[in-house]
């Protein structure tokens, strides 16, 4: 059974970095073909991919977003970790975890998601 | 950057109604098109994968076709439980992008 499981801070200030770490259960990121995404959700609007990591440590970011993302994984904790720099108000939003399709290119499994506020 | 256009962007039916939501691409993504559900306060849920295919265990009165740039997803009966936003959501040149969502409402 996969499970997947947000975690992180729930408010962060302008300006800061937001890391939020996503732990799995049911599948390893060393498997040929698997992958862990983020997707965020602002209230009451729609979901927006951000980065997905491969099980080769392949890296795929938003373009939009590309150069404030940073996602890494640790295979020994089944563990992804998503890093965000320079917060804004804008960036409030429920994030959610998810994982790909071993063979193909859907979300098949998402966790329950954690919603992030930008305050100061 | 592929662009996704999904409409209508609200729709309210009735129960037993066929509701169709149609999703275009700004360029060809052959089959590479999905679909899911989000319920109010709840992590999405994959319905149909790869433009066509159900996923294991959702209902047969939920179906998609299309490919290439033009995608439609279709309820055959509407069920109070369908009430529900649904999303396309695309593949192309290692990138995803999700439609605008479709929220869906009973008459």
């Known amino acids: 059974q996969i499970t997947l499981k947000e975690s992180g801070p729930t408010l962060v200030k302008p300006t800061q970095t937001l890391t939020l770490t996503c732990t799995f259960s049911g599948f390893s990121l060393s498997t040929s073909g698997v992958g862990v995404g983020w997707i965020r959700q602002p209230p009451g609007k729609a979901l927006e991919w951000l980065a997905l990591i491969y099980w080769d440590d392949d890296k795929r970011y938003s373009p939009s977003l590309k150069s404030r993302l940073t996602i890494t994984k640790d295979t020994s904790k089944n563990q992804v970790v998503l890093t965000m720099t320079n917060m804004d108000p804008v960036d409030t939003a429920t994030y959610y975890c998810?994982?790909?399709?071993?063979?193909?290119?859907?979300?098949?499994?998402w966790g329950q998601g954690t919603l992030v506020t930008v305050s100061s | 950057d592929i662009q996704m256009t999904q409409s209508p962007s609200s729709l309210s039916a009735s129960v037993g109604d066929r509701v169709t939501i149609t999703c275009q691409a700004s360029q060809d993504i052959s089959n590479y098109l999905n679909w899911y559900q989000q319920k109010p306060g709840k992590a999405p849920k994959l319905l149909i994968y790869d433009a066509s295919n159900l996923e294991t265990g959702v209902p047969s009165r939920f179906s998609g076709s299309g490919s290439g740039t033009d995608f439609t997803f279709t309820i055959s009966s509407l069920q109070p439980e369908d009430i529900a936003t649904y999303y396309c959501?695309?593949?192309?040149?290692?990138?995803?992008?999700f439609g605008q969502g479709t929220r869906l409402e009973i008459k």
């Open positions: 959501q695309q593949y192309d040149n290692l990138l995803f992008t």
């Open positions: 998810a994982h790909r399709s071993q063979s193909d290119y859907y979300f098949d499994y």
